[in-house]
């Protein structure tokens, strides 16, 4: 996963940047795909978003040029408005998100935000104008109100509690000894995978992005989390641009655009309805997802009723 040859100085700025308190292996994984090759032109304008609409246009990517992994992907997130990509694990999903953050450079093609190449603008915007709600969120060994304030270090202690509140996440804080300075992470509190996502919902909230990228919890909640991480995050995304990447076709359903990626090609794109009524690669998966809930709710009651 980690290159360990990573120059000494671009080590020497990760580590000011994680201090110690970083424990999560996922966000270092973030951190460090943060490629040092990829610079700023001098004199890069910033990012200006206005709309805030997102345009993949024939992109081509590859890690290594053997092993072709984008293959000419193109797409538009119209302002405030969300897509979904859905496919098979290494289909190439997470890699689009890694450009779009610019944490890799397209081999071919552009992603453009309301017009402007990202490859042309200072990196500190582009990251500033997108906010990510990973998979596996990590926590700073800090308090709760700590890494729900680390969305936007200038909020008051009304804005975190606003958040919390929409992220469905401020009963469970209120409940805790220490309420918002209830440490958390290695050395505190242990969050279960629901409670650290809504956290990670929170501060996105708090930071206000006009662009979201939703990296979706897969297997380790249960239908009642799911269901509650699921408001929240359409909470969140209204009026946004978003890009899901789904996991759970379940929560594609409302989508503008569902883009079905497999082996770095879109296979097939439209709403949840037409894909359905297509019948192909959307509609087999759909009937598989609903076949494996149906005989895991099935199992559930089966052991609820022992
Ligand atoms: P998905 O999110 O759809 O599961 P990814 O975008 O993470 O897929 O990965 C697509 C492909 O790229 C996979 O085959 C993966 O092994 C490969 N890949 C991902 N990251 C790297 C990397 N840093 N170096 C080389 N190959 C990579
Ligand atoms: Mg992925």
Do not use: C
Request: proline share 5%; glycine share 8%; net charge negative.
């Amino acid at each position: 996963l980690v290159q360990l040859s990573i120059p000494l100085n671009f080590m020497g700025m990760i580590y000011r940047e994680i201090k110690q308190a970083l424990i999560d292996i996922d966000d270092m994984f973030l951190i460090l795909h943060r490629n040092p090759e990829i610079a700023d032109r001098p004199g890069a304008p910033p990012l200006k978003v206005s709309a805030g609409t997102v345009r993949f246009e024939d992109v081509r990517f590859s890690y290594i040029p053997e092993r072709p992994i984008l293959r000419g992907i193109s797409f538009e997130v119209p302002a405030g408005r969300t897509v979904a990509i859905v496919g098979p694990s290494g289909a190439g999903k997470s890699t689009l998100s890694r450009l779009l953050f610019r944490f890799y450079e397209p081999n071919a093609g552009r992603i453009t935000i309301d017009g402007q190449d990202i490859a042309g603008i200072r990196q500190d915007s582009l990251r500033a104008a997108i906010g990510m709600v990973p998979q596996d969120t990590v926590l700073f060994n800090d308090t709760i109100g700590y890494n729900i304030r680390y969305g936007r270090w200038d909020a008051t202690e009304a804005e975190v509690r606003e958040a919390a509140r929409l992220a469905q996440i401020d009963r469970f804080i209120e409940s805790l000894p220490e309420g918002y300075d209830t440490p958390v992470g290695e050395r505190g509190l242990k969050l279960s995978g629901g409670e650290k996502q809504r956290v990670a919902i929170a501060r996105t909230i708090l930071k206000g992005p006009p662009i979201l990228v939703l990296d979706e919890a897969t297997s380790a909640l249960d239908s009642f989390t799911e269901r509650e991480i699921q408001a929240a995050l359409d909470r969140v995304s209204q009026g946004r641009t978003t890009l899901v990447i789904a996991h759970r076709l379940s929560t594609v359903i409302h989508a503008d655009e569902i883009l079905v990626l497999d082996k770095g090609v879109i296979v097939e794109r439209g709403d949840h309805a037409g894909l359905l009524a297509r019948g192909g690669v959307y509609a087999s998966l759909w009937s598989r997802q609903r076949q494996a809930d149906q005989a895991r709710e099935a199992l559930k009651r089966a052991e609820d009723e022992e």
